[in-house]
């Protein structure tokens, strides 16, 4: 009903009359409006009824569930798509190298049960001060969605830790590891401005990509490749992955000239940042 007095008001601007002499017809129009919407509602049925208890459609979504697995497509998440059910398993026992399968060497069987490895994680999060009051007690799961856009087809596996045990230090981790990559950044950017030398090759995004490309320095390329390492990442050996973090992590808490320049990172719920040495 606002906006009766608001249609009044502008009116009432515009032929610079007051707004006063429009009152009785202001009461006038809302007492029609009311009148006309209290008639309706005995009259409309407004009730909705969700068209997922039509016995009908609970018979399609069963059979469908019976049958296909529904997962989002790789690269195109608005977009579902319906695997077989049998194919969809027999992708994850391959990649798993169950049934005499030869596997992705990134899988390493265990003869600890799920409650024996949750146990250890527990150990190992109150070791480094975290709260194990409300951990999550799940181990996380494999699940494939379909790569439509390779020919032929292909799957990318993931592991679904959104309730797993490890998901606060996973958390944590992220968040530290996140801002190192950015100190790093502005240092390697500080160089590339000095020497033309790039010593990161690391995008957040597509949209970064298409910044690069705006460059002058393309202006001069005739011919750009791309190439996917499938199993680049999952392949490469714990400890030299460890011993590179490592000097990387360290690198980014000293000075060139090999001074301590951070004293340590601190993260809070919105914001993680580095402390100085003579802070």
């Known amino acids: 009903m606002d906006?009766?007095?608001?249609?009044?008001?502008?009116?009432?601007?515009?032929?610079d009359v007051q707004l006063d002499t429009l009152s009785e017809w202001i009461k006038s129009i809302r007492g029609l409006l009311l009148s006309r919407i209290n008639r309706l509602k005995s009259t409309v049925n407004t009730r909705f009824v969700s068209i997922f208890k039509d016995p009908d459609v609970i018979t399609e979504l069963t059979y469908l569930q019976e049958h296909?697995?529904?997962?989002?497509?790789?690269k195109a998440s608005n977009n579902y798509t319906f695997t077989c059910k049998k194919y969809y398993f027999d992708s994850l026992v391959k990649e798993l190298g169950l049934n005499s399968t030869p596997g992705n060497p990134t899988y390493t069987p265990t003869n600890l049960s799920a409650s024996e490895i949750i146990d250890n994680h527990k150990s190992a999060l109150a070791s480094f001060g975290f709260d194990t009051t409300n951990l999550d007690l799940d181990l996380p799961y494999l699940y494939c969605i379909p790569k439509m856009h390779k020919n032929p087809y292909k799957q990318r596996f993931i592991a679904g830790s959104s309730k797993c045990s490890t998901k606060s230090v996973s958390i944590l981790l992220t968040k530290v590891l996140s801002e190192?990559?950015?100190g790093l950044q502005k240092y390697c950017s500080t160089v590339y401005s000095r020497s033309g030398i790039n010593q990161m090759w690391i995008l957040k995004n597509s949209k970064e990509l298409l910044e690069h490309l705006k460059s002058t320095h393309f202006s001069r390329v005739h011919s750009i490749k791309a190439f996917d390492f499938s199993t680049l990442y999952t392949t490469i050996p714990h400890s030299k992955l460890k011993?590179?973090?490592?000097k990387i992590i360290s690198n980014a808490f000293t000075s060139k000239n090999g001074n301590r320049k951070y004293k340590f990172i601190v993260v809070n719920y919105d914001k993680t940042y580095f402390v100085k040495e003579k802070s």
């Open 3 to 15: 906006s009766c007095e608001e249609y009044a008001r502008r009116w009432a601007k515009k032929e």
């Open 68 to 74: 296909y697995v529904i997962t989002p497509a790789d």
């Open 180 to 182: 190192i990559k950015s």
């Open 243 to 246: 011993e590179r973090l490592a």
